[in-house]
């Protein structure tokens, strides 16, 4: 009979990664706020979501309208990591509150924190698979060259190169906003 107590205990306990790339969406709560406290606020729930090894994230690019992310997660999907990226999106709205916008028809002096969640209420995100083979390519620090000019590759390009919260700054040899293990 063998002995099952020679067995290393690591092959039981090692978790599985999965990779997972989408699209989020940026839903109604960031007409609320201004642009670049929208686009912090979420790299700062991103940098807490690494240091608490819920997500590793191989590349990020954070636009007006979108997150797109490419990660991997101990999650089979990616809705669980996603939902706790929003509880700290929303903890994160809580305790570094910033003057609503208002239309210029709204007087408002004082902004408490009812007006704060009913501007985050619901989900926050709308996921969508990520479909962009240059996209994710160029975001996890790959080059793509291909033997014809591209315009849409090109564009995708110049528009990554100095776009400030995106991890090609961090392939590139910068510090981005959202820091890697």
Known sequence: MKKIANLTPDLVT???????????????????????????????ALNHCIKKHELIV????????????????????????????EIHITFLLKINPQQLK?????????????????AVRGSLFKIHPLNNNYLTALLTGEKVTLPYFNPELENLKSMLKNHPFC???????AVGPVQFL
């Open 58 to 85: 191989n590349g990020y690019l954070i636009t007006k309208d979108n997150l797109y992310l490419i990660a991997k997660t101990h999650e089979k999907s990616i809705h669980a990591a996603i939902e706790k990226l």
């Open 167 to 173: 991890s090609v700054i961090d392939y590139s040899g």
């Open 14 to 44: 090692k978790k599985h990664l999965y990779d997972h790339k989408a699209e989020l969406e940026i839903g109604e709560w960031k007409k609320h706020f201004d642009f670049n406290y929208v686009n912090t606020i979420i790299a700062m």
């Open 102 to 118: 208002m239309n210029k028809y709204e007087m408002a002096f004082v902004v408490d924190d009812e007006d704060v969640f009913y």
